[in-house]
C-alpha cells in the first residue's frame, strides 16, 4: 500500500509538471522527459534491491513516466 501512495503522488506531480513542460517548448520536454525515464529505470534496475531505493526509483519511474503523457500528447 505504501509504494502505491507513492507512486499515485508522483504520477500526478509528474503529469503536471509535465503539462507545464510541453507548454515551453516540446521538442526539448520530449527529450528531457524520455531522458528522466531512461535514468530513473536505470535507478530502479540499480537500488531496487533496497527498501530506500526501491521507493525513490518507484517514485521516480512514476513521476517521469506521466511527465512524458502530456508531452507527447502535444
Do not use: C, E, K, W
Not at 28 to 51: D, E, K, V
Request: net charge positive; charged share 5%.
Amino acid at each position: 500500500p505504501v509504494l502505491l501512495i507513492v507512486i499515485g503522488t508522483a504520477m500526478t506531480a509528474g503529469n503536471l509538471l509535465g503539462g507545464r513542460l510541453a507548454d515551453h517548448g516540446t521538442v526539448r520536454a520530449i527529450f528531457q522527459g524520455f531522458a528522466a525515464l531512461i535514468g530513473s529505470l536505470l535507478l530502479l534496475a540499480l537500488a531496487g534491491g533496497t527498501t530506500v531505493g526501491l521507493v525513490v526509483a518507484t517514485f521516480l519511474v512514476g513521476f517521469s513516466a506521466a511527465a512524458v503523457s502530456p508531452i507527447i500528447q502535444t
